[in-house]
């Protein structure tokens, strides 16, 4: 549906890879809001593919208790990144 509504604006698209898991591919879709907006992203009339030189290894979250322990370890992680870093 996001695609359409790109060719159909006429500005171009961005599908751009952010991570991986061992079996699929996690992409986004980008449409510029209009033609400062694609300049400002580099796209051209059409459609752009990006994808980063390093694969970001990702992994399936299967379960809501799964999601609730990892959304406690990042809390965690960047309050004593927050701690560290305070002079």
Excluded: N
Aim: proline fraction near 3%; hydrophobic fraction near 35%.
């Amino acid at each position: 549906m996001r695609y359409h509504t790109g060719l159909e604006r006429g500005f171009g698209i961005l599908m751009q890879a952010i991570c991986a898991t061992p079996h699929q591919t996690v992409a986004s879709v980008y449409i510029p809001t209009d033609l400062i907006d694609a300049q400002r992203h580099l796209i051209e009339f059409g459609l752009k593919l990006s994808c980063p030189t390093e694969k970001l290894t990702a992994f399936m979250i299967e379960s809501s208790r799964e999601w609730s322990e990892l959304g406690h370890d990042i809390q965690t992680y960047s309050e004593r990144m927050r701690t560290s870093l305070e002079i």
